[in-house]
């Protein structure tokens, strides 16, 4: 695990939150169009019918990609999270502090009554330990 990786953890969450809105307003459009399937029924010609199940198979299609996705996204959370976990508890603070809770090392030093310094070099030390 690299620096980089710890810092891919706040991309990964607003990666994720896309992800679920997509799927969100995917599910939301597969619904209203089958509702329009169904309250249209008798007045359908088959040539519409094959539109509509095209596209119904497009949408689900484009939601096993982004179930794929996220699915892949949290592995990689779940790792950086393991290995946040292998670290000591002073360690886990400032990893979790900076590296998914996003803060600076200012802050950091502020919650932990540490100077800035001190942070700095058990971030250090973190980082030699990954």
Known sequence: MTKDDLKEYTSIKRELKQIQFKLKELEERKTSIKSMVISDMNGQTSHNNNSIEDLLIKIE?????????EIELYNKQLEIEKCINSLEPTERIIARSRYIEGKTFEQISVDLNYSWRHTIRIHGKILQKI
């Open 61 to 69: 299609e484009c939601i096993e990609e982004y179930n794929k996705k």
